[in-house]
């Protein structure tokens, strides 16, 4: 398992062969990989400032990739997320997980990214034409991390 809270870019293709690099067991890498929208909920965004408590983050994201390998069978995970100022189209988050089958890998990298929106301690603020608001959490996160309660393992 791996966990990196940052302020720094990462590059994706580096990232993902370092995950599987050497685990012949490896038959499947699902990953996703988020980035900075210029609009949101109806409003130009020209910059957005992630806010985390280091430590309590990646205790946090840690947590969640523990109970995604608890649930299926993956071999490793990784979680990179990037606080500070971001602009758009710039990278801010990659989970990816590797396994023997897809299935595995697809279920385990979606119910982390799930759980990281819902239930890992960052702030977001946005700089819109309008001034800096406060990003809310989403009913849809709230729904898409619900449903993972119903189907526990």
Request: net charge negative; aromatic share 8%.
């Amino acid at each position: 398992m791996k966990v990196r809270v940052q302020e720094a870019d990462f590059d994706v293709g580096a990232e993902l062969a370092a995950l599987r690099a050497g685990d012949a067991r490896v038959g499947a890498q699902a990953s996703f990989l988020g980035l900075v929208r210029d609009l949101n909920d109806g409003a130009a965004v020209s910059e957005m400032t992630l806010e985390h408590y280091p430590g309590m983050t990646e205790k946090a994201l840690e947590e969640i990739v523990a109970q995604a390998k608890g649930r299926w069978e993956i071999y490793d995970a990784l979680v990179i997320h990037r606080v500070g100022p971001l602009k758009p189209c710039d990278q801010i988050v990659l989970v990816a997980v590797t396994s023997a089958h897809r299935g595995e890998a697809f279920a385990a990298c979606e119910f982390i990214m799930d759980y990281l929106k819902t239930r890992a301690p960052f702030w977001k603020r946005e700089a819109t034409p309008d001034g800096g608001r406060w990003v809310d959490a989403r009913e849809t996160d709230d729904s898409a991390a619900a449903r993972w309660e119903k189907h526990a393992g």
